[in-house]
Structures are given as structure tokens and as C-alpha cells.
């Protein structure tokens, strides 16, 4: 199974600054076609996750263009610029490369 | 709009079978994956597996053989999930999450039943 791990933040993070999560996979999440098979939600407290971006970097409907996502091959990152206060919660990237698809562990968002 | 509507929470027994269900609507049932996640108290994100309700094939994670048995009701736009011969480690939250309609990612999540195994 491909593994995927989660970096850290340095919670809490002031309203308004800026939050870099990290992910990295065991294998290379480029599938043949080119296409980079990589998720990102959000789980807020007491919710269902929600999509944020996918294929590494493109944002879902309806989601802020303050929530950024980059990488490449085995390496990834979701932005967050200007935090606010509803995108507190968990942060889990998601590979969907291949068989059976998993999850990074989640990283925490806490505001201040 | 896409709505998923999951059953209430359970309290089973151990060695005890337990089915959930993920009502939709909003779109053609019968197009879609639906997916099965899983979510143990305090924890991350397991994948269970998928079902096509417009043929009744399915993928199972190969961890959850033999526990989880994936069906879909296509004259109710329904899809089950039954877990078998209950432990303590299957006691989390169970989520449906629908297939994206133009990637591959989970557009659209149900609230989520929660299961108890406990005697």
C-alpha cells in the first residue's frame, strides 16, 4: 500500500497568516496518463471531510482560491493563505494512484 | 443538489453483523461509485471499497475481505454496507462519499453513521 505522511503545523496560527501542510508518498503519484492522482480535504469538528483539491493543484467548486495546492512525484503541499477562523480542522491529503487508496494521518489547523 | 443520507447510529454486540445504509439523491444513482470510508475515534481515514450501483460491481480494500460486504438498492437509490462477526475495532464512524462526476476524488460525503461495537 502506498503510504502517505503528513507534515506538522506550528499551531496556533494567527488569523491572517499564511499555513503550508506537507504530504509525502511512498511511490510516485503520476499515473500514465501524466495526471498526478493527489487529494486534499478538510474535516471540520463534527463534520464529513470536504473535498479542497485534487490532481494536486485543482481547487473544487466553490472553494476559496486561498486554498493552493502544489508537488510533484512523491512530494506535496496544500497552502492556506490569509487563514480565517472556519478553516480550522484536520487537513488529510489522499492518494488515488491506486489500489487501495489511503489517506495521509491528517494535519491539525488551530487559529489564534 | 446531491444529498447522502446515512442511517442512525448502532450499538452492537460482538460477533455480531451490522448493516448501514446511504440513501442519495439529486443525481442518477445508478451512475455513480459510491465509496465507504471509515474513521475510528481520534483517527484518520480508511478506504473500505467501492460499488457501481448501476451493475453491482465492486473493489474491496483487501483489509476489510471478509468484513465488509458492499450492496446497492437501485429501485431505492440506496447503497448498504454490512460488517460482520463485530469487534471493538470496527467501532467508528462510517462515512459514503460519492465518486466525482469529472476526477477522481470524492465529491460528495454522507454525515456519517456511527457503529458501537460493546456488549
Known amino acids: 500500500d502506498i503510504v502517505m505522511t503528513q507534515g506538522a503545523l506550528p499551531n496556533p496560527v494567527p488569523s491572517g497568516e499564511s499555513a503550508s501542510i506537507t504530504c509525502r508518498s511512498s511511490?510516485?503519484?503520476?499515473?500514465?496518463?501524466?495526471?498526478?492522482?493527489l487529494n486534499w480535504f478538510l474535516q471540520r469538528p463534527g463534520q464529513s471531510p470536504q473535498l479542497l483539491t485534487y490532481w494536486t493543484s485543482t481547487r473544487a467548486s466553490g472553494v476559496s482560491e486561498r486554498f493552493s495546492g502544489s508537488g510533484s512525484g512523491t512530494y506535496f503541499t496544500l497552502k492556506i493563505s490569509r487563514v480565517r477562523a472556519e478553516d480550522a480542522g484536520v487537513y488529510y491529503c489522499?492518494?488515488?494512484?491506486?489500489?487501495?487508496?489511503?489517506f495521509g494521518s491528517g494535519t491539525k489547523l488551530e487559529i489564534k | 443538489q446531491v444529498q447522502l443520507q446515512q442511517s442512525g447510529a448502532e450499538l452492537v454486540k460482538p460477533g455480531s453483523s451490522v448493516k448501514i445504509s446511504c440513501k442519495a439523491s439529486?443525481?442518477?444513482?445508478?451512475?455513480?461509485?459510491m465509496h465507504w470510508i471509515k474513521q475510528q475515534p481520534g483517527n484518520g481515514l480508511e478506504w473500505i471499497g467501492w460499488i457501481y450501483p448501476g451493475n453491482g460491481n465492486t473493489k474491496y480494500n483487501q483489509k476489510f475481505n471478509g468484513k465488509a460486504t458492499l450492496t446497492a438498492d437501485k429501485s431505492s437509490s440506496t447503497a448498504y454496507m454490512q460488517l460482520s462477526s463485530l469487534t471493538s475495532e470496527d467501532s467508528a464512524v462510517y462515512f459514503c462519499?460519492?465518486?466525482?462526476?469529472?476526477?477522481?476524488?470524492?465529491?460528495?460525503w454522507g454525515p456519517g453513521t456511527m457503529v458501537t461495537v460493546s456488549s
Open positions: 462519499a460519492r465518486w466525482g462526476s469529472s476526477g477522481w476524488y470524492f465529491d460528495f
Open positions: 511511490k510516485s503519484l503520476v499515473y500514465k496518463d501524466g495526471k498526478t492522482y
Open positions: 439529486g443525481y442518477t444513482f445508478t451512475s455513480y461509485d
Open positions: 489522499q492518494q488515488v494512484r491506486e489500489y487501495p487508496f489511503t
